[in-house]
């Protein structure tokens, strides 16, 4: 079992939709939580990070971390065409030196 | 503020023969990672660098990859020789420091894309 699932995608959506992009996890011992969004051939680029559970919110942005389900989520409100991009999620814990990362979910938003 | 620097952006060689990727991290970032991210999936940690020193190198396929960065500032991830399987994006990042919440902040380069045939 792979330490970190994420739905491959490809995800099409209408320009102003919500969209939610899920991760699942194995590890319980995982404290932090990322999620980066990658363009086509360009380096990931941090979005939101969460530590331990709860929400955290940043403009059409909301993180939400379900440690008793082992399950992370990335809400965008208001979707549009510049989100078009690959959404990764990456997990660490609290005493570990290296990034697990999802495989990624692609997502296009539709004018 | 500048962002990581990688290069070459592309590289295409041959199986067995030898290539180097250099990367010069966000200035005063103590912290360098190289990832190497295959077609559709998530980048895999190779190497991190703390100032000049390997914090993790576990997953660093040694008996062909090798990595430096002497001075604590830019870095070189040598492959020799490649083989087909090592074809994907070579990731360069850097964090301000070693502590929680730097290592969460990595800003990451461009990428170095490699094809070996």
């Known amino acids: 079992q792979k330490e970190v699932e994420q739905d491959p995608g490809p995800l099409s959506v209408p320009e102003g939709a919500i969209v939610s992009l899920n991760c699942t996890y194995s590890?319980?011992?995982?404290?932090?939580f990322m999620w980066y969004r990658q363009y086509s051939r360009k380096g990931p680029e941090l979005l939101m990070y969460?530590?331990?559970?709860g929400n955290k919110e940043d403009g059409r942005f909301t993180a939400q971390v379900d440690k008793s389900s082992k399950y992370i989520s990335l809400f965008i409100r208001d979707s549009q065409p510049s989100d078009s991009a690959t959404y990764l999620c990456?997990?660490?814990?609290?005493?570990?030196?290296?990034?697990?990362f999802g495989t990624g979910t692609s997502l296009t938003v539709i004018p | 503020e500048a962002g990581v620097a990688q290069s070459p952006r592309y590289k295409i060689i041959e199986k067995r023969q030898s290539v180097a990727f250099w990367c010069n991290p966000i200035?005063?970032?103590?912290?360098l990672y190289w990832y190497q991210q295959i077609l559709g999936q998530g980048p895999k940690l190779l190497i991190q660098?703390?100032?000049?020193?390997?914090?993790?190198d576990s997953q660093l396929p040694k008996d062909r990859f090798s990595a430096e960065r002497l001075k604590g500032v830019d870095s070189t991830l040598k492959i020799q020789p490649a083989k087909l399987e090592d074809s994907a994006v070579y990731l360069c990042?850097?964090?301000?420091?070693?502590?929680?919440?730097?290592?969460?902040?990595?800003?990451f380069g461009p990428g170095t894309r490699l094809l070996v045939l």
């Open positions: 990456a997990m660490d814990t609290n005493t570990g030196n290296q990034f697990y």
């Open positions: 200035s005063g970032h103590a912290t």
């Open positions: 590890n319980s011992a995982f404290q932090y």
């Open positions: 990042a850097s964090s301000l420091g070693y502590s929680r919440g730097d290592q969460e902040t990595q800003y």
């Open positions: 660098f703390q100032n000049n020193g390997v914090v993790d």
């Open positions: 969460t530590y331990s559970s």
